[in-house]
């Protein structure tokens, strides 16, 4: 019962990792706009709705991950795609500032997930 009770929760976990979206942050040492990000943003971000409907997950510019497929190259720092299954739905290209960022995040998980924002 025990061994039963794991496998499915194992199951569980599984299955909402692998279709669960991320946001891919896409940085590269020296890039103020990045640290910008960080300062104003990256503490709070895994402990708002955004956060937790797309968990944050970074990558250098020159090192892209072989399990991610991005719609094109990307070129700015940083960038941020909103990722499915290791493909790219959707981008912010630059960081705008906090206000923006949200605003755009926010719109970006509706149009593409099921999310429906704070309640």
Request: hydrophobic letters at 45%; one cysteine or more.
């Amino acid at each position: 019962m025990a061994k039963r009770l794991i496998i499915a929760i194992m199951f569980c976990f599984l299955a909402h990792s692998v279709w669960a979206a991320e946001l891919v942050m896409v940085e590269q040492p020296g890039c103020a706009w990045c640290a910008k990000w960080d300062h104003e943003v990256s503490a709070i971000y895994p402990l708002t709705p955004e956060g937790q409907a797309a968990p944050l997950r970074r990558v250098d510019l020159r090192a892209k991950p072989d399990d991610l497929t991005y719609s094109r190259s990307v070129v700015f720092t940083p960038t941020f795609l909103l990722m499915e299954n290791g493909v790219e739905l959707a981008r912010i290209e630059g960081y705008p500032g906090e206000d923006f960022f949200w605003g755009l995040l926010g719109m970006l998980l509706k149009q593409n997930t099921d999310f429906k924002g704070a309640s």
